[in-house]
């Protein structure tokens, strides 16, 4: 099977820094009917998110599974079924012990992608992650995925010489599903058509 790894604040959400409550989400005006393309193109969707607020202390665990089910409820009318919500709870630099580990999950680490397609049978060379900033790129870059960056001016973690440059760099998720309808994975590999400038 073939996915489409994304990531959720920023990419398919307004980012609300640190925030679970359901009733503060709200889906950027493109995500349902470009999802919808998606997953019509035989997509799986997969959220890959870093919630860093779970090792800070911000908020329990425990409120993630309400963030999905707020995610499915506001794709429905879409026609859009989520298959699958990975988060990281996990930071260095946190205040809750358990949680405040170096890990193989956080992005750009690629350990979520790799979990999420040995459990759901997905080959991560069929498929793409797309997020806002360069680390979601790299995650989906180490993990063997074809990749796009949202430039929507949300990249704030560049690090010099550490990140490859995305496949595609897109201006909003609709311009990135137009781009993975374009180019199917079974043509020769792509090189980047953009390359990401390290902002001042």
Known sequence: MKAIFIDKDGTLIRDVPYNVDPEKIELYPDTGEALHRLQSAGYQLIVISNQAGVARGYFDETALPGVEARLQELLSPFGVKLNGFYYCPHHPAGSVPAYAITCDCRKPEPGMIIRAAREQGIDPSDSWMIGDILN??????????????????????????????????????????????QHPLTDSPAEPTTAFINPA
């Open 136 to 181: 979601d790129v790299e995650a989906g870059n180490r993990a063997g995925c074809r990749t796009i960056l949202i430039d929507n001016g949300n990249e704030t973690e560049w690090l010099p010489g550490l990140f490859r440059t995305p496949t595609y760099t897109a201006a909003s998720l609709t311009q990135a599903a137009d781009w993975i309808s």
